[in-house]
Nanobody, 125 residues
Framework: QVDLVESGGGSVQSEGSLKLSCTASGYTSSVYCMGWFRQTPEKEREGVATVEPNGRTTYTDSVKGRFTLSRDNAGNTLYLQMNSLKPEDTAVYYC???????????????????WGQGTQVTVSS
């Protein structure tokens, strides 16, 4: 059983910054893809950024240059540094993990993986 616990959400003004954390237990970083996804009541869940076991990262176009994904040395904590936040970044952000049986990128299917409880990010203009 893999457990994922997110933290770091909150409310900021436009152009502000937040750093999300996802602490994982019960998994091995060498075989799992991990990533951040977000969802609003008006939109379907979308992939934001993901990392493969080898460290390769992918980002959706709307966050490239603003968001940075990283992991701690043990690979148990995943971070999402979010800079230059925009109101359209407002969403519930979820951390997810899956065993790498295929693509890990943000557009791939994580629905059968493990998910955290989500953390709210609100950006005001």
């Amino acid at each position: 059983q893999v457990d994922l616990v997110e933290s770091g959400g909150g409310s900021v003004q436009s152009e502000g910054s937040l750093k999300l954390s996802c602490t994982a237990s019960g998994y091995t970083s060498s075989v799992y893809c991990m990533g951040w996804f977000r969802q609003t009541p008006e939109k379907e869940r979308e992939g934001v950024a993901t990392v493969e076991p080898n460290g390769r990262t992918t980002y959706t176009d709307s966050v490239k240059g603003r968001f940075t994904l990283s992991r701690d040395n043990a690979g148990n904590t995943l971070y999402l540094q979010m800079n230059s936040l925009k109101p359209e970044d407002t969403a519930v952000y979820y951390c997810a993990a899956k065993i790498q049986l295929g693509p890990c990128d943000y557009a791939s299917d994580y629905s059968r993986g493990y998910w955290g409880q989500g953390t709210q990010v609100t950006v005001s203009s």
